[in-house]
């Protein structure tokens, strides 16, 4: 059971349990055809008992003092484990873009049977996007636990640029009395 809950932890996200829940934190993006900056976000990983994590992600741009400027991206989607640590994952995007990655655990630290080290390697299988979205070709998504903070980067290509690092974020997990940020 998932503390407080009720839900049963199907057994294919026992690897993955350590995804489960609310993070909050901050990051940086930069691309050769855009200003560099940085964001707040905020990433939950749920389930509902079934063998799957649902996924979402919403960041902010910040200002120079740490204060909310207005959205940036929105994306949402499934993280579906399967055998040997491997994991599909699909995301959707509301500026028209959808992808299909495929990537796979490692487990790096373990204490007490509970995972204190991970690193997910993702790379898209499929980017599909409608007739009015920018060029997007490719990326490649990485997630580490990392003294107990969800640590991620995430390289593309895209409006006619090779495949070069586009976002990163360190995350805190968010306390349960801390409400969610508003978009």
């Not at 079934?50 to 120079?64: E, I, K, N």
């Not at 873009?97 to 509970?114: F, H, K, N, P, S």
């Not at 599909?128 to 990485?142: I, L, N, P, Q, V």
């Amino acid at each position: 059971m998932l503390a407080g809950s009720g839900v049963a932890l199907p057994e294919p996200l026992r690897p993955w349990a350590w995804l489960l829940g609310r993070w909050v934190g901050v990051g940086t993006g930069q691309y050769p055809t855009i200003d560099d900056f940085r964001f707040g976000q905020e990433v939950a990983f749920s389930t509902d008992g079934r063998p799957f994590l649902a996924y979402s992600s919403r960041s902010w741009l910040l200002d120079d003092d740490g204060a909310r400027v207005r959205p940036l991206a929105t994306e949402a989607g499934f993280w579906r484990p399967q055998d040997d640590n491997r994991i599909e994952v699909t995301l959707s995007h509301p500026t028209g873009y959808a992808e299909i990655y495929g990537g796979r655990l490692e487990v790096t630290g373990l204490q007490d049977a509970q995972v204190v080290g991970a690193r997910v390697d993702l790379r898209t299988d499929v980017v599909a996007r409608t007739t009015t979205a920018k060029e997007y070709t490719e990326g490649h998504r990485m997630y580490g636990l990392v003294n107990g903070r969800l640590l991620w980067t995430y390289d593309m290509a895209a409006v006619g640029q090779e495949m070069t690092n586009h976002l990163a974020a360190q995350l805190s997990p968010a306390g349960d009395d801390e409400p969610p940020e508003d978009a």
